[in-house]
């Protein structure tokens, strides 16, 4: 642990899964880890990181653990009625997220929740693996920044760079070998404060998530080492699905359909 010392005692499955993954992932990737020190050593935090390969979580994870405070994820729901995963999940504190249902509300209730306990809440702001075709952040989502603004805790944005290279957006086969550096950089929190005595509406939210996005995107350029286009990609602009899996691209290398997977709502 590079930042502050744990000082909880981890759920015993949490305990046991990193028991287990960790060595495995220090053995198959190199790590690339920058700015661990912008990690709060105390109190609850919203910490968010782009999506770009369904690796990203056990990168991400690896990431939060290294730097002494254990992320604690909102994931879809189907991943917790998989036998044997959906209950390690559970076991490990993980929060199932209800989409397009009422009980959506409450993940939400339940990542504030979590905040106020003082867990570093994992949430990737974008809601799916990115579609824009050279995988720069796009347009995001407002659940990161409408628990941050509630519970008005650190918002601390990260960068990520390599996952891809294990396994490529919406890939099922891994590549291992030779080993690929994983890259992860988290930044100082997103400043927030002017946003705090205002109603947490649409327009506070979107301003809150844009800033969020912009800081991801500026560390990213950094660990990519080149600029990023000069407009977000937009997938409503873009006729893109905002969710699913794409399985065929228009001529300029777009997703154009998909079938269900993960994300959140607005």
């Known amino acids: 642990m590079t930042a502050g010392a744990r000082k909880r005692q981890l759920p015993l499955a ?17 790590r690339d880890w920058r700015g661990l020190e912008n990690i709060p050593a105390e109190g609850g935090f919203v910490v968010s990181p782009n999506h770009i390969s369904y690796a990203d979580p056990l990168v991400f994870a690896h990431f ?7 992320a604690y994820f ?8 998989i036998p044997v995963v959906g209950w390690i999940l559970r076991k490990c504190g993980q929060i199932p997220v209800y989409r397009n249902s009422l009980a959506a509300a409450d993940a939400y209730r339940a990542a504030v929740e979590g905040v106020r306990q003082g867990k570093a809440l994992g949430i990737f702001p974008e809601g799916t693996i990115t579609r824009d075709p050279d995988l720069w952040p796009m347009r995001g989502k407002t659940g990161a920044a409408r628990v941050a603004l509630e519970t008005r805790c650190p918002l601390i944005p990260v960068a990520q760079w390599g996952a891809q290279e294990i396994l490529s957006p919406y890939g099922h086969r891994p590549s291992l070998f030779p080993r ?13 404060s002017d946003l705090y005595d205002r109603p947490i509406d649409t327009k506070v939210l979107r301003e809150a998530t844009d800033r969020l996005m912009d800081r991801i995107t500026e560390l990213l350029e950094v660990l990519r080492e080149e600029k990023h286009p000069a407009e977000r990609f937009d997938p409503r602009r ?9 399985v065929r691209h228009d001529d300029i290398g777009r997703p154009t359909s998909s079938e269900p997977d993960e994300g959140s709502s607005e």
């Open 180 to 192: 690929k550096t994983m890259k992860m950089y988290a930044g100082p929190p997103v400043d927030l």
């Open 64 to 70: 939060m653990f290294d730097s002494g405070r254990e």
């Open 238 to 246: 873009h006729g893109v699905p905002e969710i699913g899996n794409p």
């Open 74 to 81: 909102l994931g879809k729901e189907s991943l917790f009625t």
């Open 14 to 30: 949490y305990r046991l899964v990193a028991l287990f993954l960790r060595p495995v992932l220090m053995r198959v990737t190199r």
